[in-house]
């Protein structure tokens, strides 16, 4: 995120310099729904299935000898970590990583093992991860053709460690003592964007936790406030993988998004990928829907705004506090009103202090109440922010209804 080298938009013009290019999406070949009809990759995914099944048939096809990819850890043997970047050379250690993590992880080591073992690899992240492999390619730390694809995942933000902490917090586990995490929990009946979690944990009297809970019963799970967030994402652009031959993400679109199953949206950059995906298509593997550039971006919407727009005003506050700020795409420039200019202050106020708190109070009486007593003073004005810029919103979707029937 510190601006320096090349951004997204130049590496994917060197990248992918004979695709159409959006000022949005960035550069495209396809852009398609579609969720996985083989096997159960849709049923043990976080949504679709796509991710986890293309990285398996990468390997199957012998396309790569290795994928790079987020994998659970045995936090006994991990200092306490949940998950972290592992190597998988065979369709079963892959398919032991599907689903979504939130959860921060880094990926030195594995692509300096990459970097030293003869192969090529697949790998899989967010956004600012593929951003980094490109760049380290490009610098020639890592050699070239080792990577031989990337494969992206829409991003709304990184979170810390204290997300899974605070949520089985709520649901008597023990911070710093769950022994695994599920996310991405399908519920039956339900919406897709309507999922839950599950751990496994001990709560204060040694008794595990198997067990899962809808997201609706728990707090921190609006994604839009940002709770646990890594600052840095504050100040990112790049929603859609700009620099990834595959991007792929949640179908939050009308016809989709009430499936539990879950469905992803994608946008390929890359002929032998959208090949790929196209003749498993044909084949019976995958259901495919092709949808177009507006709905990719009508899916991510909040997402892309808060990156956008968002980010150019969290740059001019900076500017004008006399603050160091990371040259980006975007120019400085306040939101256009003043509802969304306390709307980013307040949602910056919530990812920097919301850790750092849940820290201290780890740290001190081991108190849930007292997180929350001390969040209240920036996540009530947000919600109060949020629920009257959505009453304006409302007001003048009404307005300009009438307006027309009258015309």
């Known amino acids: 995120m510190s601006g320096a080298g090349a951004d997204e938009t130049v590496l994917a013009d060197q990248l992918y310099p004979d695709l159409p290019v959006d000022n949005v999406l960035g550069r495209h070949l396809s852009t398609f729904a579609c969720h996985v009809v083989e096997g159960d990759y849709r049923q043990r995914g976080g949504s679709g299935g796509l991710v986890t099944w ?3 048939e990468l390997l199957k096809q012998g396309k790569v ?3 790079l990819h987020v994998k659970p850890l045995d936090p006994s043997e991990s200092e306490g970590l949940l998950f972290g970047y592992g190597l998988s050379r065979s369709i079963a250690d892959v398919r032991a990583g599907a689903k979504s993590r939130y959860y921060p ?5 594995v692509l300096d093992l990459a970097s030293k073992t003869e192969g090529r690899f697949a790998v899989i992240g967010l956004p600012c991860f593929i951003k980094a492999v490109r760049l380290l390619e490009r610098e020639g730390v890592i050699p070239a053709g080792r990577i031989a694809y990337c494969i992206g995942l829409v991003c709304g933000h990184l979170k810390s460690r204290h997300f899974a902490n605070y949520l089985a917090w709520q649901k008597g586990g023990e911070p710093d003592r769950i022994s695994t995490f599920d996310f991405r929990y399908k ?3 339900r919406a897709a964007s309507d999922y839950g979690f599950s751990f496994r944990g001990m709560d204060r009297e040694d008794t595990p936790l198997p067990r899962f809970w809808p997201m609706t019963e728990v707090k921190g799970k609006n994604w839009g406030e940002g709770q646990f967030k890594n600052v840095a994402c504050e100040y990112c652009e790049d929603v ?3 620099c990834a031959d595959i ?3 949640d179908a939050w679109l009308p016809g989709h998004v009430d499936d539990y199953q879950g469905t992803n949206v ?3 950059r890359h002929r032998e990928i959208d090949s790929l995906v196209r003749d498993a298509v044909r084949r019976g593997a995958i259901h495919y829907e092709t949808i177009g550039v507006s709905d990719v971006i009508r899916s991510q919407a909040s997402g892309l705004r808060h990156r956008r727009e968002g980010t150019a005003h969290r740059l001019q506050r900076r500017r004008s506090a006399g603050l160091w700020y990371p040259h980006k795409r975007q120019s400085p420039k306040l939101a256009p009103s ?8 307040l949602r910056l106020a919530i990812a920097e202090k919301s850790s750092p708190i849940f820290a201290e109070t780890l740290a001190g009486d081991g108190r849930i109440e007292t997180y929350e007593r001390r969040m209240k003073r920036y996540l009530e004005p947000y919600r109060l922010a949020i629920k009257y810029s959505n009453l304006a919103k409302k007001l003048m979707r009404t307005v300009l209804g009438r307006a027309r029937r009258r015309a």
Do not use: H, K, W
């Open 187 to 189: 519920i039956p009946g």
């Open 54 to 56: 293309l990285a398996a």
């Open 65 to 67: 000898d290795g994928v």
């Open 266 to 268: 994608v946008v390929t």
């Open 105 to 109: 992880v880094e990926m030195s080591q």
């Open 240 to 242: 859609l993988a700009e």
């Open 338 to 345: 003043l509802m969304r200019r306390l709307i980013y202050d």
């Open 247 to 249: 991007v792929v993400g």
